[in-house]
C-alpha cells in the first residue's frame, strides 16, 4: 500500500485529491489501478508522467517495484537538453 | 531483459584513462560529416521562406509565379503538410512551427519553402511567392504579455492549472505550484528578508552548427534522411508523425554534430525537406543559415521572476518563495515549471512555495538549452541567497552549507532525497585555494550553486566481436560530447581488451532498436549502462564458445581479466583463451559472437555543482572580464575525465557568454535586431580565462560503474555566479541578465547619482 501524490495538474481529474492510497506492487499496477480509478488520467499517463519513489525519478521503467510504503510522487515528464 | 544496474566498487583499468577520441583526428582535419556535407545525386537546393511580421494572419499564399520559375521543382505551404497530429498539442505545435498555418507567429516563422536546381533558382522563387498578411498586434517582453490588454499570441489559450479555470482567454498558458510548509509563517520568524525581482533575456544555444539536412522520399514510400540531430529515433518518429510514413520505412542517419545543447531535440525543416522532396521526386538539401537558426530555431526563455528569501540571524533559512514567469515563444511548453521545481532545489527548506507561470510572446519556439529553465531561476535564488549572506555578514559559502539539501531533505519540487552532493561541493568549494587567493583592483568574487535532474531512456546497443577479436559497438545515442571514446572504454573495460581494439559508432535508425535522443544527460550515462550490459552478454557467448574449444562443461569456464579460464584442478592448466583466440574460432564453434542489450536506464539521480567565479570590471566603460573561473562537480565515475573536464568547461562557457553579453534584442517591429554572431556575442577563447575544474567522484547506486551524467549542470550555476561576483566588484546588484557593459555602466552611474 502506497500513497500517490499527483501534481497539482492531475487533481482535478482525480476528484480534486492530492494524495491516493493504492495497493500497488509495482509503478506499472499503480498507473493501472489509478487510471482504472480515475479514466481521466489516462491522457497525462501516456507519455505525460514520471514517477518518484523514494526520491528516484522514473520516466520509463514500470517494472520498478515499490516497496511498502514507499513514497510516490507523480510528477510531468521532463525535458532535458 | 533485465540487468541489474546496481552499484559495485571496483578497480578500473580502462575507465578513467584519457586516450584519444576515436573521431578527433576527422574533426580537426575536416574529413568528418556534418549535416551540410552529404549529397546525394540529383539533389535540389531547398530554401524557406519566413514571415518578416512577428504576429500576422496569413489571409493567401500564392505560388503560381514561383512555380512558373525555371529551375523550380517543387513549392511547399501548410498544405502540403496536413494536421496529422490528433489531437496532441505538442506535435501540433512542433507541425505549426516546421510551417505555418493560419498565423505567422514570430518572425522568422516559414510561410512556404522552395526546391529548385540551385540556390540562385531557390533564392529568386522564393521573391515570386504572394503572401497576403494581415498584420496583427504583437507582444515579445514576457511581462508585457502578461497585462490585461495585451494582445493574444492564441486566442484560444486557456491558462491551465488554475482552479476554477479562467473564462477569458489570456497569454498565460499554464500556471504550476510546488512547494510545502507554511511560507507566511516562515517569513515572520525571520529576522533578514531579502526580496527582488529579476530578469533574463532570451538566448540561443548557440551551436556552431546550423540545422541541416538531405532527405529523399522514394515512389514505393520509403524514405531517407540525413540529418543534424540529436535523437535521429525521435526525428524519425517525429517526421513520420507528421508526413504520415511509416516508421519502418523512414531511415534517418545522423550526422556528426557540431553542438545542439537541447535545441535539436525535435524537428525544424526536417519534415519540409521530406514533403518537398516526396513533391518533387528528388532528394532536397536543406541548409538553416545562421539568421535562420537565430529568428527560427528554438532559444531558450527570457524570463520575470521575483524572489523572496527569510533567515534569522544565524543564518537559517526560514522562508523561500518564487514566482517565475518564463517566455515559452508561441506554443505552450513546461519551462516555467521546470524553473520552479528546480529553484530552491538546493536547500533544506522547512517552508518553501514557488508558482511558475507559462507566457505565450510572438518569438520564435522555445526548445531545450542545457538544463533547460534551471539556470535563469539559480541565477535570481543564488542572487537572492549571496545578497542575503551580505545582510547577516555571514560567509556565503558557509551560509549555504548551513542549509544545504541533503539525504533526507524534502525537495522544494516534491520528492525526499536519497544520497545527494550537494554538501560535498560545498565543502570542496570552501577548501579551494580559489575562495582565499587575493583578489585585485576592481575585482569580485562571486560563488554559487546549481542543481538539474539527470535522466536516462530507451537505449539500445550492439556489441559484435569481429574475427580477429576487435569489437564494433554500434549505439543509438548521438556523440555530442565524446560519449564514443567513453563507450569504447567502457567496452574495453568490461571484455577486458585494448581501448583501441574497440569502433564505436553511431548506428542508424534502421539497423538498431529505437533509442531516446541525447539529452538530459543521458547519452553516457544510458549507453555505457547498455553497453556493459551487451559487453556482458557477449562474454556469456565466449565463456560458451570457450567451452566448446576445449570441450569441456560451460560451467568449468570463467571470465577473467579479458580471457576464459578453465576452473577447478581438472581443467586448470589450460592457458587462458583470449577474445582474439575465441574469436578466431567463432565460424566453427556457432558463428558469430555479439552481444546485445535493450534496458531503460532510469535512476539517473539528481545532480549538483558548485562554482566560484572572479570578475573584474573596468568602472569607466562598464566591460568586464572573468579573470578565475573554476567548477565542482560530482560526476559519479568520470569515464572519460578529459571529457568530464570538456562537459564542465563548455557548461560554464556557454554560461559566462550567457551572463555577460549574449541576448535576443527586438526592435518595435517585433523583429529580431541581431540574428548574427557579429551581434550576438557568444565568448570566444580570448574572453575566457583556463576554466579549472575538480571533479568530484560519489558513486551513482544506479549504475554498475557509479556513472552520473555530467552534461548539463555545469550552465546552472554561472548566471548567478558571475552576477554575484559582478555584484560584489562595483557594490551594487545586478538584476538584470545580461549584465552587459551598458547595464554595468547604468548601475554605477545610478548609484553615483544617488
Redesign the interface.
Given at each position: 500500500m502506497v500513497d500517490v501524490t499527483l501534481w497539482a495538474g492531475l487533481r482535478p481529474l482525480a476528484d480534486n485529491q492530492k494524495v491516493v492510497r493504492v495497493e500497488a506492487r509495482t509503478i506499472r499496477e499503480l498507473l493501472r489501478k489509478l487510471e482504472e480509478r480515475y479514466p481521466g488520467l489516462r491522457g497525462p499517463f501516456r507519455g505525460e508522467v514520471a514517477v518518484a519513489v523514494d526520491g528516484v525519478i522514473y520516466r520509463n521503467d514500470w517494472s520498478k517495484e515499490l516497496p511498502e510504503g514507499a513514497e510516490v510522487i507523480l510528477m510531468r515528464r521532463l525535458s532535458g537538453g | 531483459m533485465s540487468f541489474d544496474a546496481a552499484y559495485r566498487s571496483k578497480m578500473f583499468n580502462s575507465v578513467g584513462t584519457r586516450p584519444l577520441r576515436p573521431d578527433g583526428v576527422d574533426k580537426v582535419t575536416g574529413r568528418a560529416r556534418y549535416g551540410a556535407d552529404f549529397n546525394m545525386p540529383g539533389q535540389l537546393v531547398a530554401r524557406v521562406l519566413r514571415s518578416p511580421h512577428a504576429h500576422a494572419r496569413i489571409k493567401s499564399i500564392n505560388t503560381t509565379r514561383a512555380e512558373a520559375l525555371k529551375g523550380v521543382k517543387a513549392i511547399v505551404t501548410a498544405a502540403d503538410l496536413p494536421d496529422l497530429t490528433d489531437g496532441d498539442a505538442e506535435l501540433f505545435a512542433i507541425l505549426d512551427n516546421c510551417m505555418a498555418r493560419t498565423k505567422a507567429m514570430y518572425d522568422g516563422h516559414a510561410v512556404a519553402a522552395v526546391a529548385a536546381i540551385d540556390e540562385k533558382a531557390a533564392k529568386a522563387a522564393l521573391k515570386l511567392i504572394e503572401v497576403d498578411y494581415e498584420v496583427l498586434p504583437h507582444v515579445i517582453d514576457v511581462d508585457e504579455a502578461t497585462a490585461s490588454d495585451a494582445p493574444l499570441v492564441d486566442d484560444s489559450c486557456i491558462t491551465?492549472?488554475m482552479?476554477p479555470a479562467p473564462k477569458t482567454p489570456s497569454n498565460i498558458a499554464?500556471r504550476?505550484?510546488f512547494g510545502h510548509g507554511d511560507v507566511d509563517a516562515g517569513f515572520d520568524q525571520a529576522d533578514i528578508i531579502v526580496e527582488r525581482s529579476y530578469k533574463t533575456e532570451q538566448t540561443h544555444?548557440g551551436y556552431i552548427e546550423p540545422h541541416a539536412c538531405v532527405a529523399n522520399c522514394n515512389t514505393d514510400g520509403s524514405a531517407e534522411l540525413w540529418v543534424c540531430t540529436q535523437g535521429h529515433f525521435v526525428y524519425r518518429q517525429n517526421c513520420a508523425d507528421l508526413l504520415g510514413l511509416e516508421v519502418s520505412k523512414l531511415r534517418v542517419t545522423s550526422s556528426e554534430i557540431g553542438g545542439g545543447?537541447?535545441?535539436k531535440?525535435h524537428v525544424w525543416t526536417e519534415p519540409v525537406a521530406l514533403a518537398l522532396s516526396r513533391k518533387a521526386g528528388r532528394p532536397v538539401k536543406l541548409v538553416m543559415s545562421r539568421e535562420e537558426v537565430f529568428r527560427a530555431s528554438g532559444p531558450t526563455s527570457a524570463t520575470s521572476i521575483d524572489v523572496k528569501v527569510g533567515a534569522k540571524k544565524d543564518g537559517t533559512i526560514t522562508a523561500a518563495s518564487a514566482t517565475l514567469r518564463y517566455a515559452s515563444g508561441p506554443y505552450a511548453?513546461?519551462w516555467a515549471?521546470?524553473g520552479a521545481m528546480t529553484s530552491f532545489a538546493c536547500y533544506d527548506l522547512e517552508n518553501v512555495k514557488t508558482v511558475g507561470f507559462e507566457i505565450l510572446v510572438n518569438r520564435p519556439k522555445t526548445t531545450?538549452?542545457?538544463?533547460?529553465s534551471a539556470p535563469m531561476a539559480a541565477f535570481t535564488v543564488e542572487s537572492a541567497i549571496d545578497e542575503l549572506a551580505h545582510k547577516i555578514g555571514m560567509d556565503a559559502v558557509d551560509l549555504r552549507i548551513k542549509n544545504a539539501a541533503a539525504e533526507g531533505t524534502r525537495?522544494s519540487?516534491?520528492?525526499?532525497?536519497?544520497p545527494i552532493g550537494i554538501g560535498p561541493t560545498l565543502e570542496a568549494a570552501k577548501a579551494h585555494p580559489h575562495m582565499s587567493a587575493p583578489l585585485g583592483k576592481n575585482q569580485g568574487r562571486g560563488m554559487a550553486c546549481g542543481f538539474w535532474?539527470?535522466?536516462?531512456?530507451?537505449t539500445c546497443t550492439d556489441l559484435n566481436v569481429n574475427a580477429d577479436g576487435t569489437v564494433t559497438l554500434a549505439v543509438g545515442t548521438v556523440d555530442v560530447g565524446g560519449s564514443r571514446a567513453s563507450l569504447s572504454l567502457i567496452a574495453a573495460e568490461e571484455l577486458g581488451i585494448e581501448y583501441t581494439d574497440i569502433k564505436a559508432v553511431i548506428a542508424d535508425t534502421a539497423t538498431l532498436g529505437y533509442n531516446d535522443m541525447t539529452?538530459?544527460?543521458?547519452g553516457t550515462f544510458s549507453t555505457s549502462m547498455a553497453t556493459i550490459s551487451a559487453a556482458r552478454n557477449a562474454i556469456e557467448v565466449m565463456r560458451q564458445r570457450a567451452a566448446l574449444m576445449w570441450d569441456i562443461p560451460p560451467e568449468d569456464v570463467y571470465w577473467e581479466d579479458g580471457h576464459a579460464h578453465a576452473s577447478g584442478t581438472k581443467h586448470g592448466n589450460r592457458a587462458p583463451l583470449s577474445v582474439k583466440e575465441i574469436a578466431a574460432e567463432a565460424g566453427n564453434t556457432g558463428g558469430p559472437i555479439a552481444g546485445h542489450s535493450e534496458l531503460?536506464a532510469?535512476?539517473?539521480?539528481?545532480s549538483f555543482a558548485t562554482h566560484i567565479c572572479d570578475i573584474e570590471v573596468d568602472p569607466e566603460t562598464g566591460s568586464s572580464r572573468v579573470v578565475r573561473y573554476t567548477v565542482i562537480q560530482d560526476a559519479g565515475k568520470a569515464v572519460h575525465p578529459s571529457y568530464v573536464e570538456g562537459q564542465y568547461q563548455g557548461g560554464a562557457a556557454q554560461g559566462i557568454g550567457w551572463a555577460l553579453n549574449e541576448e535576443y534584442i527586438y526592435g518595435e517591429d517585433g523583429r529580431l535586431q541581431n540574428p548574427g554572431f557579429l551581434d550576438y556575442r557568444i565568448p570566444v577563447c580570448s574572453d575566457l580565462p583556463m576554466i579549472d575544474t575538480q571533479i568530484l567522484e560519489i558513486p551513482n547506486p544506479?549504475h554498475p560503474y557509479g556513472v552520473r551524467g555530467v552534461g548539463?549542470t555545469s550552465i546552472v550555476p554561472p548566471l548567478a555566479a558571475i552576477a554575484n561576483a559582478v555584484s560584489n566588484a562595483v557594490g551594487v546588484r545586478m538584476t538584470h541578465i545580461p549584465i552587459s557593459p551598458p547595464r554595468i555602466l547604468a548601475a554605477l552611474n545610478d548609484t553615483a547619482e544617488s
Amino acid at each position: 500500500m502506497v500513497d500517490v501524490t499527483l501534481w497539482a495538474g492531475l487533481r482535478p481529474l482525480a476528484d480534486n485529491q492530492k494524495v491516493v492510497r493504492v495497493e500497488a506492487r509495482t509503478i506499472r499496477e499503480l498507473l493501472r489501478k489509478l487510471e482504472e480509478r480515475y479514466p481521466g488520467l489516462r491522457g497525462p499517463f501516456r507519455g505525460e508522467v514520471a514517477v518518484a519513489v523514494d526520491g528516484v525519478i522514473y520516466r520509463n521503467d514500470w517494472s520498478k517495484e515499490l516497496p511498502e510504503g514507499a513514497e510516490v510522487i507523480l510528477m510531468r515528464r521532463l525535458s532535458g537538453g | 531483459m533485465s540487468f541489474d544496474a546496481a552499484y559495485r566498487s571496483k578497480m578500473f583499468n580502462s575507465v578513467g584513462t584519457r586516450p584519444l577520441r576515436p573521431d578527433g583526428v576527422d574533426k580537426v582535419t575536416g574529413r568528418a560529416r556534418y549535416g551540410a556535407d552529404f549529397n546525394m545525386p540529383g539533389q535540389l537546393v531547398a530554401r524557406v521562406l519566413r514571415s518578416p511580421h512577428a504576429h500576422a494572419r496569413i489571409k493567401s499564399i500564392n505560388t503560381t509565379r514561383a512555380e512558373a520559375l525555371k529551375g523550380v521543382k517543387a513549392i511547399v505551404t501548410a498544405a502540403d503538410l496536413p494536421d496529422l497530429t490528433d489531437g496532441d498539442a505538442e506535435l501540433f505545435a512542433i507541425l505549426d512551427n516546421c510551417m505555418a498555418r493560419t498565423k505567422a507567429m514570430y518572425d522568422g516563422h516559414a510561410v512556404a519553402a522552395v526546391a529548385a536546381i540551385d540556390e540562385k533558382a531557390a533564392k529568386a522563387a522564393l521573391k515570386l511567392i504572394e503572401v497576403d498578411y494581415e498584420v496583427l498586434p504583437h507582444v515579445i517582453d514576457v511581462d508585457e504579455a502578461t497585462a490585461s490588454d495585451a494582445p493574444l499570441v492564441d486566442d484560444s489559450c486557456i491558462t491551465g492549472g488554475m482552479d476554477p479555470a479562467p473564462k477569458t482567454p489570456s497569454n498565460i498558458a499554464n500556471r504550476a505550484e510546488f512547494g510545502h510548509g507554511d511560507v507566511d509563517a516562515g517569513f515572520d520568524q525571520a529576522d533578514i528578508i531579502v526580496e527582488r525581482s529579476y530578469k533574463t533575456e532570451q538566448t540561443h544555444q548557440g551551436y556552431i552548427e546550423p540545422h541541416a539536412c538531405v532527405a529523399n522520399c522514394n515512389t514505393d514510400g520509403s524514405a531517407e534522411l540525413w540529418v543534424c540531430t540529436q535523437g535521429h529515433f525521435v526525428y524519425r518518429q517525429n517526421c513520420a508523425d507528421l508526413l504520415g510514413l511509416e516508421v519502418s520505412k523512414l531511415r534517418v542517419t545522423s550526422s556528426e554534430i557540431g553542438g545542439g545543447f537541447g535545441g535539436k531535440t525535435h524537428v525544424w525543416t526536417e519534415p519540409v525537406a521530406l514533403a518537398l522532396s516526396r513533391k518533387a521526386g528528388r532528394p532536397v538539401k536543406l541548409v538553416m543559415s545562421r539568421e535562420e537558426v537565430f529568428r527560427a530555431s528554438g532559444p531558450t526563455s527570457a524570463t520575470s521572476i521575483d524572489v523572496k528569501v527569510g533567515a534569522k540571524k544565524d543564518g537559517t533559512i526560514t522562508a523561500a518563495s518564487a514566482t517565475l514567469r518564463y517566455a515559452s515563444g508561441p506554443y505552450a511548453g513546461m519551462w516555467a515549471e521546470l524553473g520552479a521545481m528546480t529553484s530552491f532545489a538546493c536547500y533544506d527548506l522547512e517552508n518553501v512555495k514557488t508558482v511558475g507561470f507559462e507566457i505565450l510572446v510572438n518569438r520564435p519556439k522555445t526548445t531545450a538549452y542545457r538544463a533547460p529553465s534551471a539556470p535563469m531561476a539559480a541565477f535570481t535564488v543564488e542572487s537572492a541567497i549571496d545578497e542575503l549572506a551580505h545582510k547577516i555578514g555571514m560567509d556565503a559559502v558557509d551560509l549555504r552549507i548551513k542549509n544545504a539539501a541533503a539525504e533526507g531533505t524534502r525537495s522544494s519540487y516534491g520528492p525526499v532525497y536519497g544520497p545527494i552532493g550537494i554538501g560535498p561541493t560545498l565543502e570542496a568549494a570552501k577548501a579551494h585555494p580559489h575562495m582565499s587567493a587575493p583578489l585585485g583592483k576592481n575585482q569580485g568574487r562571486g560563488m554559487a550553486c546549481g542543481f538539474w535532474f539527470n535522466f536516462g531512456g530507451q537505449t539500445c546497443t550492439d556489441l559484435n566481436v569481429n574475427a580477429d577479436g576487435t569489437v564494433t559497438l554500434a549505439v543509438g545515442t548521438v556523440d555530442v560530447g565524446g560519449s564514443r571514446a567513453s563507450l569504447s572504454l567502457i567496452a574495453a573495460e568490461e571484455l577486458g581488451i585494448e581501448y583501441t581494439d574497440i569502433k564505436a559508432v553511431i548506428a542508424d535508425t534502421a539497423t538498431l532498436g529505437y533509442n531516446d535522443m541525447t539529452d538530459g544527460s543521458r547519452g553516457t550515462f544510458s549507453t555505457s549502462m547498455a553497453t556493459i550490459s551487451a559487453a556482458r552478454n557477449a562474454i556469456e557467448v565466449m565463456r560458451q564458445r570457450a567451452a566448446l574449444m576445449w570441450d569441456i562443461p560451460p560451467e568449468d569456464v570463467y571470465w577473467e581479466d579479458g580471457h576464459a579460464h578453465a576452473s577447478g584442478t581438472k581443467h586448470g592448466n589450460r592457458a587462458p583463451l583470449s577474445v582474439k583466440e575465441i574469436a578466431a574460432e567463432a565460424g566453427n564453434t556457432g558463428g558469430p559472437i555479439a552481444g546485445h542489450s535493450e534496458l531503460v536506464a532510469d535512476g539517473a539521480g539528481v545532480s549538483f555543482a558548485t562554482h566560484i567565479c572572479d570578475i573584474e570590471v573596468d568602472p569607466e566603460t562598464g566591460s568586464s572580464r572573468v579573470v578565475r573561473y573554476t567548477v565542482i562537480q560530482d560526476a559519479g565515475k568520470a569515464v572519460h575525465p578529459s571529457y568530464v573536464e570538456g562537459q564542465y568547461q563548455g557548461g560554464a562557457a556557454q554560461g559566462i557568454g550567457w551572463a555577460l553579453n549574449e541576448e535576443y534584442i527586438y526592435g518595435e517591429d517585433g523583429r529580431l535586431q541581431n540574428p548574427g554572431f557579429l551581434d550576438y556575442r557568444i565568448p570566444v577563447c580570448s574572453d575566457l580565462p583556463m576554466i579549472d575544474t575538480q571533479i568530484l567522484e560519489i558513486p551513482n547506486p544506479n549504475h554498475p560503474y557509479g556513472v552520473r551524467g555530467v552534461g548539463e549542470t555545469s550552465i546552472v550555476p554561472p548566471l548567478a555566479a558571475i552576477a554575484n561576483a559582478v555584484s560584489n566588484a562595483v557594490g551594487v546588484r545586478m538584476t538584470h541578465i545580461p549584465i552587459s557593459p551598458p547595464r554595468i555602466l547604468a548601475a554605477l552611474n545610478d548609484t553615483a547619482e544617488s
